[in-house]
């Protein structure tokens, strides 16, 4: 056992990712044995799990080290410039084209290019992605001479490529290319053991860079935090510690404070957002409870959006519009009370007492469609709503057959 915690306490002062738990010690072996290599990785994980952590680890201990690290997150570039994003274009090669552009990937030459949520990439840009990673070359928007480039490609994506081949929308071609070496990041609630490591680390970074004084968590307060679901990962985690360690100075952090930075006593036990969902659930009952607390912790965010909006702003002008837009996005997501006040809601699709009866496809594809009717089917307005990328909503709208009724 002493070998084994002094192998895993090596790993993580090489490669910065902190953790004792089985499934990070895997994967921390992993990047050890492929870093040094050129051979292209697959990471695997939920958004916020930590998986550009793991593509900076396999970059700075490769020969490439030295050379550019180059982060993309395709599923934020629109679909119609994603090509001239990654390869470049030519003068003229468009309306708008005034000179030559070099792309991510010539700006990536002799080291490494991070593609992030590679599965929002469009089919026709997927076949240009393969031909770089079996040719090493390209094709710059607008010209008609190759490029050649020595790049590492490292991708990630949060969605089962597997599935997304099944059903089309990603190249088979492609995913077993990258799939050679798969490196999956688990997920928080997976490593739950981690999460005390994980919250000191963050508190004593952010005091010492925010010079506050930290006096540590109690016992209790890491059972919570060791309780919670932790949907956003360690991103979550890291925000939420931050924002204690800042408006909680000096003091040390209990069960208290931690149940009320996460609300966890303003719901009913059987609908709180914020513990975890029962084991003995069926999988389709888990995954409803799951988007259910997305839901719960998105009208949350978007109510202190609004409130962020509307109070001591020297001005108005341009605020009241979009606070209208937040207002519109609270009404088309569920109040954590409903249950409570209201067990008769106009549309019980969103009733957390009904979602026993729907699939979780039923549930999001509703929430869609209801978010769309809201916007009057303005797709901008709702993914941001949403938090969804508008590549996303637009699959989604032809995942589940939404149109717009005249």
Sequence with gaps: MYFEDKRTDTLQKKFGILGKSAGVQS????????????????????????KELVALALHKHSKRSHKPFIIVNCGAIPAGIIE??????????????QSDRKGYFQSANGGTIFLDEIGETPLETQVKLLRVLEQGEFLPVGSSNSMKVDVRIVAASNRNLEKEVDAGTFRKDLFYRLKAITITVPSLRDRKGDIPILANKFAHDCAIRNQILFKGFSEGAYQIMSQHRWPGNIRELKNFIESMVILEKGGVIKTDVIYRYLNAESVPAELNPLLPVKLDRNVDQAERELILQQLFMLRREIGEMKEILTQGLPSRAGFDAASDEYNQALEVLPDEQDSEINNDLAS????????????????????????????????????????MAERTLYRKIKEYDIVKEI
């Design 84 to 97: 001239s994003e990654l390869f470049g274009h030519k003068k003229g090669a468009f309306t708008g084209a």
């Design 348 to 387: 019980p699709i969103l009733n957390p007492q009904m979602l026993g009866n729907l699939t979780a496809a039923q549930v999001e594809k509703e929430l869609i469609l209801r978010s769309l009717q809201r916007f009057n089917f303005n797709k901008r307005k709702t993914a941001k709503a949403l938090q």
């Design 27 to 50: 994967m921390l072996e992993t990047v050890e044995q492929v870093a040094p290599t050129d051979i292209s990785v697959l990471i695997a994980g939920e958004s916020g799990s930590g």
